[in-house]
Nanobody, 115 residues
């Protein structure tokens, strides 16, 4: 069983920065990719980006150049560094992991961008 635990959400001012973390645990963890989605207040699900093991990290156009995804493979952890967020980035952020062909999800963490 694979479990993902997210942390780091909260309130951030426009133009500030915030880092989310997502730690995975479980047996037979040979993840091939980790990344992030978000669900907006209007319930729109948006892909943010994916870090592929041994491959490039890709981003949606809406966050490219502002958000940065990094991983610590030894800790099975993925991070989302949010730089210069705007109120439009307000959402519930979910991390995911692809392991042996299956996708696993975190519980979600609320990020609110407001002054």
């Amino acid at each position: 069983q694979v479990q993902l635990v997210e942390s780091g959400g909260g309130l951030v001012q426009p133009g500030g920065s915030l880092t989310l973390s997502c730690a995975a645990s479980g047996s037979a963890l040979l993840n091939t990719a980790m990344g992030w989605y978000r669900q907006t207040p209007t319930n729109e699900r948006q892909w943010i980006g994916t870090a592929t093991l041994g491959g490039p990290t890709t981003y949606s156009d809406s966050v490219k150049g502002r958000f940065d995804i990094s991983t610590d493979n030894a800790k099975n952890t993925v991070y989302l560094q949010m730089n210069s967020p705007t109120p439009e980035d307000t959402a519930i952020y979910y991390c995911y992991l692809t392991n042996l062909g299956q996708n696993y999800w975190g519980q979600g963490t609320q990020v609110t961008v407001s002054s």
